[in-house]
């Protein structure tokens, strides 16, 4: 999300993916309004992942980052599920930390996902 815990979070991952080797990289930072709440949001994220225009590195991505606060990702993630693209690609979601302790409503019915 944008906000500091969002932008700290996507920072440190990209610190962390400077002393990696160069086979890693970032291939898409993109920010989610903190109040968003409509589909067209979401679904512009889950466009550019999808991206096969030439140039862009988005279809090679395995991982998936999520730096948003719950509600957010409670959204994305429906949005994803409701992608038969998404759900055909290889991208793996993580989550993080902040989720531990509220992942039922993140994720509710999904836990294990």
Known sequence: TDDDYGRDGANAVRAELGNLSPSVCLALFQKIDLHATDRA????????????????????????VLFLQPLNARLFL???????????????????????DIRSSVLPGREAA
Do not use: C, I
């Open 41 to 64: 949001t979401y679904e512009s994220v889950l466009r550019s992942l999808l991206s096969n225009n030439p140039g862009t590195m988005y279809r090679k991505a395995k991982v998936v």
């Open 78 to 100: 429906e949005h994803a599920s409701q992608n038969p693209d998404v759900l055909q690609s290889n991208f793996t979601f993580l989550g993080v930390d902040s989720w531990g």
